[in-house]
């Protein structure tokens, strides 16, 4: 099980390195062109900046996944399939139009982040209400609702964004496609590794009761597991997450519904080991989806990485979707 | 005789204090220490609810139940009827999952699992069991989950439901090794014959009242079980009256 993890901790390390050798660079005349060689002192901060970027918007995103699959004991559940991401960037979407409309700044309602968790927390609780109504036991019903209440909101920030003035329309869409900011400030970078690591070590210490919540309702609560507060935990933090990383980056979609299950088939479905895995696995995504968008050569710069991640995540979720009338096999791939 | 749990005047409604669609209503009932309590009745006749209200998943709408003070509730296990469990773990891995507080040690484990007669399967994934080796698996979890039989009860709802006979006479005996060891079993069965095989005392539930408990000879002798389930039958022959001109 140790060698699973350096395996996956030595993949990690190796994308970062691989990433931090491909990216635009000066070419001698003064042009800008993609390539592959050792960064140098200039390219050096934004190959940096680029990979822990990637890296926090993978882990937010993975452990957002994996904490809504627990509290919906749903194997279809993931920030992007439940709506979340979409409701994130609709808070996102207000916020911005709200400071254009008005003439203030961002920042004067809650920043993007405020507007994100705002929009998250919106998602998933219309999300989590129609779970109880289905009472849970649908899973392909709700991740049907999730990805229809996504497609509401991504439209309702689309037309919002014809409100923002044009200068800022073009960032948005960009943005709405999911994209890792170029030059992200350090301190946003510091901010989504501590939320990161925190929600890790929370769901880590929690492992064992996650583990008992796979079991019945009432098997679970007879094991002493309190339903409630448990719940409300996963559901905080999974807003909290996908919230934090769609502000960054916009809605990345699929990350959070492959992590959880690249870490199951590769690791275990015992939380003690599944949660530190699938942070891995998230980082190693959304690496390897940025290291292969560097690659790609369109003409026209480079893809969002959600481009890539949904060319590569959709059919997978497609795939999932296949398995999952055969009752309990979803969660073994 | 020590009572392990009492029911006081209990009732459950599903829909609050109005008295449409009571699930139990008044039922006093005393379930004694180091036995097998078996619940019979027939279908919806509360039986489920009564293991509910036992294990403290559900509260009462009205009255009590009360667990005998030498009672610790980590040394109670439910396995409800049905369950799906979200995630492919071992069966080995399941049954360690033990209680909130902490698993279940590797010993306890494998006494659980040996129990139930899956010693020797304890690697298999759970969704590739069959449904009888499922069940086996979710007694031999609330086995381990408690820490000795002495002082301990499982509440098993309907646990012979997907087992074949010969799987049936080995969760009999390792109940009967369970109530010798001290500890004490309440379940739930439609299956009066076999309720007869496995308990010492029952009581027998009709539409959520009680019509009789007390030893199982008595409650589930016939005449007794007439009364338990002639609505049933009465409303069987009823069908039967009704579809038989039309078919």
């Known amino acids: ?333 | 005789m020590e009572p392990l749990m009492t029911f006081r005047g209990v009732s459950m409604s599903f829909f609050g204090h109005s008295m449409r669609g009571m699930a139990l209503e008044s039922v006093d009932a005393v379930f004694v220490q180091g036995r097998t309590t078996a619940i019979v009745g027939a279908n919806a006749s509360g039986k489920s609810t009564m293991l509910r209200l036992a294990a403290g998943v559900i509260r009462p709408t009205e009255g009590a139940v009360v667990w005998s003070r030498a009672q610790r509730a980590t040394s109670r296990a439910f396995v409800p009827q049905r369950s799906a469990l979200a995630a492919d773990f071992t069966a080995r891995e399941t049954v360690s999952l033990g209680t909130a507080a902490k698993e279940a040690p590797a010993a306890r484990v494998d006494a659980a699992l040996e129990a139930v007669g899956l010693l020797s399967r304890g690697h298999v994934r759970y969704h590739s069991m069959s449904g009888g080796e499922q069940q086996r698996v979710r007694v031999a979890r609330a086995l381990a989950q408690v820490e000795h039989a002495d002082g301990s009860a499982l509440l098993l709802d309907e646990p012979f439901s997907s087992l074949d006979p010969a799987e049936v006479a080995r969760l009999v005996e390792a109940l009967r090794a369970f109530t010798g060891a001290g500890g004490s079993v309440i379940l739930s069965l439609h299956d009066a014959g076999l309720a007869r095989e496995v308990a010492q005392a029952a009581i027998a539930l009709r539409q959520g009242r009680v019509l009789a408990s007390g030893g199982a000879d008595e409650v589930l002798a016939p005449a007794s079980l007439r009364a338990v389930y002639a609505h049933e039958m009465l409303e069987a022959t009823e069908r039967a009256r009704w579809l038989r001109p039309r078919l």
């Not at chain 1, 008005?102 to 405020?114: D, W």
Request: net charge positive.
């Open chain 1, 1 to 333: 099980m140790t060698l699973r993890f350096v395996v996956l901790l030595v993949l990690a390390c190796l994308l970062a390195g691989f990433r931090a050798c491909v990216g635009p660079q000066a070419d001698g005349q003064g042009n800008i062109v993609f390539g592959v060689a050792l960064p140098t002192l200039e390219t050096m901060p934004y190959r940096l900046h680029a990979i822990a970027g990637a890296g926090a918007v993978g882990l937010l995103l993975a452990l957002s996944g994996l904490a809504l699959q627990a509290l919906l004991r749903n194997p279809l559940a993931s920030p992007f399939t439940l709506g979340v991401s979409s409701g994130a960037s609709f808070g996102v979407a207000c916020v911005l139009a709200l400071a254009a409309t008005t003439g203030l700044s961002a920042q004067a309602f809650g920043g993007e982040f405020g507007g994100a968790l705002a929009g998250a927390a919106l998602s998933l609780t219309l999300v989590w209400m129609l779970a109880k109504r289905a009472s849970g036991r649908d899973a392909v019903a709700l991740a049907l609702a999730g990805v229809v209440l996504g497609g509401v909101m991504s439209s309702a920030a689309m037309l919002l964004e014809q409100v923002v003035p044009r200068g800022l329309r073009g960032d948005l869409l960009a943005w709405m496609a999911g994209r890792i900011p170029e030059l992200p400030a350090v301190s946003s970078l510091l901010a989504l590794w501590s939320i990161g690591i925190v929600a890790m070590l929370l769901l880590w210490r929690f492992a064992h009761v996650l583990d008992l919540l796979m079991l019945d309702d009432d098997e679970a609560a007879a094991a002493g597991v309190r339903l409630v507060p448990t719940r409300v935990g996963l559901f905080i933090i999974g807003g909290v997450l996908a919230a934090a990383a769609v502000a960054f980056a916009g809605p990345i979609g699929f990350v959070g519904l492959v992590a959880p299950h690249a870490a199951r088939l590769f690791v275990s479905h015992r939380h003690a080991l599944l949660v530190p895995a699938t942070a891995l696995c998230g980082v190693i995504v959304l690496l390897g989806a940025d290291l292969l968008r560097q690659a790609l050569d369109v003409g026209t710069g480079r893809l969002p990485v959600g481009v890539i991640t949904a060319l590569a995540g959709g059919p997978f979720f497609l795939w999932l979707l296949s398995r999952s009338r055969r009752g309990g096999s979803e969660w073994n791939l």
